[in-house]
């Protein structure tokens, strides 16, 4: 399901209008990649404002099932940000009455206008119009948040964005414009946002102070590991360990593990123990428990100087599996990363074999 954001490795389908798309999608200059389940998509014409929600077959408006006196759908954070694989849209929102249908982004040039956007300069344009399905978001309580991954020179096309939310009767929010530039990069001290619309300075990290927050502090990387390690569960040989993944992403899987656009993802941070010397562990998510697509890093410790023993992305998803041989009497860290912004709950099996 992974892949560099130029070159997806999953399914594309030409769309105009994607009405369901995975949490994490990457836009390969308007050419949507659908990694997540069966999602569906359809081509519609382009409007310059969103369509309305059609009506049952009495021609009457879909009737709002949510609350009439909680607030309607809102998008309250908007981010088009340059990041090292290529542009994000980032949307966050609240939805206190569970009445929202979709979000609706359109992408537009510097004057104003919708980006045509041609990539392959044979004078057809796409479209610049996307719309996001709820099912597709994460989706917490009254909160909701998406992203979306554009390939490298999308920006050539496109330099604002404008997301609107819909509601299940129809009614469209009010819009949010956001200009492409690069993340803000705070210092030792500052809030951050562990979602991604900003980032901490070199050596430094977004730690949570609160695991079901989405707000953080740039403090030191090498502290906040520590400080995770010390608290981390301990692992048995021949046991199940249930666990959940959140809060900030202070470890990465290593290059070639999987792929960097992936980076910054829900974690949970597990220690081993070996008293004596192991010819052979094998630790792996299991199917069935597993929530989310996982991956595995097993570590030679918690500090700077730590080594990656071993990865592995997919066994299959959501299956991860990493196998270690002559394993040294010591101190080993576990890393079980999530590859969606959201994560979930894990059972991680360890066996001498």
């Known amino acids: 399901m992974r892949g560099e954001p130029a070159l997806e490795a999953a399914p594309v389908r030409s769309v105009l209008l994607p009405r369901v798309v995975p949490r994490t999608v990457t836009v390969l200059s308007l050419v949507v990649a659908l990694t997540v ?26 009737s709002d099932a949510g609350p009439t006196s909680a607030a309607p759908p809102a998008i309250e954070k908007l981010a088009f940000v340059r990041t090292p694989s290529g542009p994000r849209i980032l949307v966050a929102g609240t939805d206190p009455g569970a009445r929202l249908e979709s979000v609706w982004l359109d ?34 309580g009254p909160t909701f948040f998406f992203e979306i991954e554009g390939s490298i020179g999308l920006e050539r096309f496109a330099t604002r964005v404008v997301a609107r939310a819909q509601e299940r009767n129809g009614k469209m929010g009010e819009p949010l414009t956001a200009h492409f530039a690069p993340v803000a990069v705070h210092a030792r001290g500052d809030a951050c946002d562990l979602r991604g619309f900003d980032a901490c300075a070199d050596g430094l990290a977004c730690a949570d102070a609160t695991p079901a927050g989405v707000a953080g502090r740039c403090e030191d990387l090498e502290s906040a590991r520590a400080r995770r390690c010390a608290s981390a569960p301990v692992l048995a040989i021949g046991a199940k360990t249930s666990g959940s993944t959140g809060g900030a992403s202070l470890w990465d899987p290593p290059d070639g593990c999987a792929s960097a656009s992936r980076r910054g993802r829900p974690e949970a941070v597990f220690r081993l123990h070996l008293p ?13 428990t597993t929530t989310f697509d996982s991956v595995i890093t097993v570590l030679d410790g918690c500090g700077a100087a730590a080594k990656a023993l071993a990865c592995n992305d997919d066994d299959p998803p959501p299956i991860s599996r990493v196998k270690l041989e002559d394993l040294a009497a010591g101190d080993y860290v576990v890393v079980v ?4 912004r959201k994560g979930g709950a894990f059972e991680l099996l360890v066996t001498p074999r």
């Open 276 to 288: 004596k010397a192991m010819p052979r562990v094998t630790i792996e998510t299991l199917a069935g």
């Open 107 to 140: 992408l537009l040039d510097d004057s104003g206008e919708p980006a045509a956007i041609d990539p392959d300069g044979d004078g057809v344009a796409e479209s610049g119009q996307l719309e996001i399905a709820r099912e597709a978001m994460d989706v917490l």
């Open 37 to 62: 389940g069966a999602c569906s998509a359809v081509e519609e014409p382009r409007n310059d404002k969103p369509a309305q929600r059609p009506g049952g077959s009495d021609g009457a408006v879909a």
């Open 337 to 340: 990363d999530s590859l969606e």
